[in-house]
């Protein structure tokens, strides 16, 4: 089995990945901030550091899984807060590759696989479907993502195979999921907008199957694509979950006043969308859990 360093190991998808690797045999490393609070997480068999210096010194993993990033959608993108995504994403990405850099330098070993974090939001907002191979429209979601993919991009020039993970929309109990259900649960939720943009989601449990099948497959590298293969409208989202829950699901919220709560986080998150296919994890015959919305937001309510 792998040795793998992790980082955002203890958030919502890093989580579930871990316990997932543990029962598979995998070493784990996690970069964590928050020792204590990771523990009570993450399995116990899990190696928690608070920073790359407390590595052995020999210490290079078979595969870096890099998933850290403060969240978007939290509130309102403030100037500060944009300079802290591209911290947390783009600095951290640049000091892991330039110590394992270093330790390739005096060990003459790298780490075979990187998967780095990414997002759908790379595309820019589209009415129609994208793939890996799509072009993006421009905007602050698609230069985050940009400028995070090409410093994962310099482990290619110690010879790693990169994988860039465009996620999608994460359904499990934790996420935007479980943000959404308040409101529905009260016959209070609705489209957003005009409910046409696009939602391209995903299960928790084929997000991990997503990350595990880059692992195992050595031809796949490059913009991989986490989302299920059958992407829908925000109508179609607001009126699964409501069928699910046995609520009307008819209040929508106007445009204007998403752009007024939330700015320009609400216009490329909330108003904006894709219909992304997962075109390069179906070629590889990666098999989905979960490709119909409402057979997966029955499975995560139900629990």
């Not at 958030?11 to 045999?25: D, K, M, T, V």
């Not at 944009?82 to 994403?89: C, E, N, P, T, V």
């Not at 299920?228 to 009307?248: E, I």
Request: aromatic share 8%; net charge neutral; with cysteine.
């Amino acid at each position: 089995m792998s040795s793998i360093l992790i980082t955002g190991g203890s958030g919502f998808i890093g989580r579930h990945f871990c316990h997932q690797a543990e029962q598979l045999g995998h070493q784990l490393s996690v970069l964590t901030r928050n020792p204590e609070a990771a523990a009570a997480r993450l399995p116990a068999s899990a190696r928690l550091i608070q920073g790359l210096e407390k590595l052995e010194a020999d210490y290079v993993p078979d595969v870096i899984i890099n998933l850290a990033g403060e969240p978007l959608a939290a509130g309102r993108w403030t100037q500060r807060r944009k300079q802290r995504f591209y911290d947390s994403r783009i600095n951290l990405t640049d000091r892991l590759y330039e110590f394992f850099a270093e330790r390739n330098r005096t060990h003459n070993r790298k780490p075979s696989l990187v998967i780095s974090g990414s997002a759908i939001g790379y595309y820019g907002p589209s009415h129609n479907p994208v793939d890996e191979h799509s072009s993006a429209v421009d905007g602050f979601s698609h230069q985050l993502c940009k400028t995070w993919e090409q410093s994962a991009k310099r482990f290619e020039t110690l010879g790693s195979r990169v994988c860039y993970l465009r996620t999608g929309i994460v359904l499990g109990e934790e996420g935007a999921l479980a943000r959404m259900l308040p409101p529905f649960k009260m016959a209070l939720g609705g489209p957003i907008g005009s409910g046409e943009q696009g939602m391209s989601w995903i299960h928790i449990d084929d997000m991990v199957g997503a990350i595990m099948h880059c692992i195992n497959n050595p031809q796949i590298s490059g913009a991989v694509n986490a989302t299920a293969p059958k992407p829908v409208s925000n109508a179609q989202f607001s009126a699964s979950l409501g069928a699910v829950l046995n609520r009307p699901a008819v209040l929508p919220m106007p445009g204007f006043m998403v752009k007024l709560l939330f700015g320009e986080m609400g216009e490329e998150l909330l108003l904006q969308g894709q219909y992304v296919l997962p075109n390069k994890l179906l070629a590889s015959d990666y098999l989905f859990q979960y490709s119909d919305l409402e057979k997966a937001l029955q499975q995560i309510i139900a629990v």
